[in-house]
Nanobody
Framework: QVQLVESGGGSVQAGGSLRLSCAAS?????MGWFRQAPGKEREGVAA???????????DYADSVKGRFTISRDDIKNTVTLQMNSLKPEDTALYFC????????????????WGQGTQVTVSS
């Protein structure tokens, strides 16, 4: 069983930055971030893709490319999402997700989820 604990989030004005972190207990192969805005379906934001030991590639939703950066620390078993140039449309509940296998992207069929952290961007 994997438990995920998120931190970060909050409120910021458009153009600002926020940083989300997620710590995992237990083995994880895939880690990523998803978000869900009111009245919308949960969507993938960014995920790490294993290349080799301590080397990961990153996948991003088109809407966040060039603005968000995902990074993973294998030693600490954490994944971080740096969000820059935030827009009001980035407002959502952000979820950390993990899996013990290679999870599909951008599908949200991952096995483990955090409780979610709110990000609010005002114009």
């Amino acid at each position: 069983q994997v438990q995920l604990v998120e931190s970060g989030g909050g409120s910021v004005q458009a153009g600002g930055s926020l940083r989300l972190s997620c710590a995992a207990s237990g083995y994880t192969y895939s880690m990523g971030w998803f978000r869900q805005a009111p009245g919308k379906e949960r969507e993938g934001v960014a995920a790490t893709r294993y290349i080799r030991t301590r080397l990961y590639a990153a996948d991003y939703a088109d809407s966040v490319k060039g603005r968000f950066t995902i990074s993973r620390d294998d030693i600490k078993n954490t994944v971080t999402l740096q969000m820059n140039s935030l827009k009001p449309e980035d407002t959502a509940l952000y979820f950390c997700a993990a899996d013990t296998r290679r999870a599909a992207w951008p599908s949200n069929e991952w096995n483990y989820w955090g409780q979610g952290t709110q990000v609010t961007v005002s114009s």
